[in-house]
């Protein structure tokens, strides 16, 4: 297991990160359905515009489709960030955007002789090392991993960036089906496959913040679910 550590953020096309996501942006218009949708409901709505100028009969109609089609584009925008915060996540399975729930008890992670909390999770079944990293908006996960655990990206997702130490780079959503570890069972919950990050994957604070409570205690990390049991520790 490769331990570099990496600053790993999520930037969903924020303006503090406009001008560095510009390139990575444009190279992810080709295999973005969203983007292509809305570049096309654009010149849609120009050519309704012109043909309105010329007065073409059927111009309303062409510009009033590609006002619904920015609209709906548009909810199924705020309903993908929404679930970056469990207080305004919206489940929509028919999007491909299921319940994000963890549950399970209470587990102790002891800290690793790098500094760093890391456990052994299953993800879709599949075990690999995650590092916990409370500065990660989501949960991300190698290129390889999520190939073993049969990720597929989100079909219609939004263009993500993460910001590492190396610069932005684009990334891919998708949703893991189960990711469990110790007593804690995360399921629906949204991923980034990230391929510039190596072999390292990381919990980040989508998972987290679905906690009742997470903590530091000396050189232990204390997560605890809503329904707490018997607590288990990891080595």
């Known amino acids: 297991m490769d331990r570099q550590v990496y600053d790993t953020y999520i930037y969903p096309m924020s303006i503090q990160n406009l001008w560095n996501n510009i390139a990575a942006s444009i190279a992810a218009i080709p295999r973005s359905e969203l983007l292509m ?3 096309a409901a654009l010149v849609g709505g120009w050519i309704g515009a012109m043909m309105i100028r010329r007065r073409v009969p059927a111009g309303r ?22 679930r970056f ?9 028919q999007l491909g955007l299921p319940e994000q729930v963890v549950e399970g008890g209470e ?29 990660a ?11 073993e655990a049969r990720l597929q990206p989100r079909r219609g ?21 189960e990711i469990r570890f110790g007593n804690v069972a995360a399921r629906g919950l949204d991923v980034v496959i990230a391929p510039t990050l190596g072999e390292t994957n990381v919990v980040g604070m ?22 707490p049991q018997e607590p288990i520790e990891l080595r």
Do not use: C, Y
């Open 37 to 39: 949708l809305a570049l």
């Open 137 to 147: 908006t989501v949960t991300a996960v190698s290129s390889n991993l999520a190939a």
């Open 85 to 93: 915060d469990p207080r305004l996540e919206v489940a929509v399975p």
């Open 206 to 227: 989508n998972l987290l913040s679905r906690l009742k409570s997470w903590r530091v205690e000396g050189q232990t990390m204390v997560l605890v679910p809503n329904n």
């Open 107 to 135: 587990t102790r992670i002891p800290m690793a002789d790098d500094g760093h909390f890391w456990l052994r999770a299953e993800i879709n079944g599949v075990p690999a090392n995650f590092l916990v990293d409370t500065g």
């Open 157 to 177: 997702g939004l263009p993500i960036s993460i910001g590492t130490a190396n610069g932005p780079v684009a990334a891919q959503l998708a949703t893991a089906e």
């Open 61 to 82: 109609i062409v510009r009033t489709a590609s006002t619904v089609v920015l609209v709906g584009i548009l909810v199924t925008v705020v309903l993908q960030l929404s």
